[in-house]
């Protein structure tokens, strides 16, 4: 089975900075690519960052320049640094991870359980 738990949201004034967590554990192999993922009530999720396991990122075009994603291969960790952050920012975001584990030995997708970032104007 493979966890992942996401922390560092919370509420935060326009112009600020908040730093997202996720770590990964249980029975893992290998982790691929790992992302940020957000979502407001009535939208589709949507893919804000991403990053592989030979770190080559990928950004929304309404996060760049404002956003960085990074990982700690040795942590099982994937970071979302959140820079110059607007009240559109403001989302549930979702951690995704592609893992494979040592009791299955293939990629599978996994999603952490979300966490809040609030941006007031």
């Known amino acids: 089975q493979v966890h992942l738990v996401e922390s560092g949201g919370g509420l935060v004034q326009a112009g600020g900075s908040l730093r997202l967590s996720c770590a990964a554990s249980?029975?893992?192999?290998?982790?691929?690519?790992m992302g940020w993922y957000r979502q407001t009530p009535g939208k589709e999720r949507e893919l804000v960052a991403r990053i592989t396991s030979s770190s080559t990122t990928t950004y929304a075009d309404s996060v760049k320049g404002r956003f960085t994603i990074s990982r700690d291969n040795d942590k099982d960790t994937v970071y979302l640094q959140m820079n110059s952050l607007k009240p559109e920012d403001t989302a549930v975001y979702y951690c995704?991870?592609?893992?494979?584990?040592?009791?299955?030995?293939?990629?599978?997708?996994?999603w952490g359980q979300g966490t809040q970032v609030t941006v007031s104007s």
């Open positions: 995704n991870a592609e893992v494979a584990s040592y009791s299955r030995g293939i990629y599978q997708s996994y």
């Open positions: 249980g029975s893992i192999l290998s982790i691929n690519a």
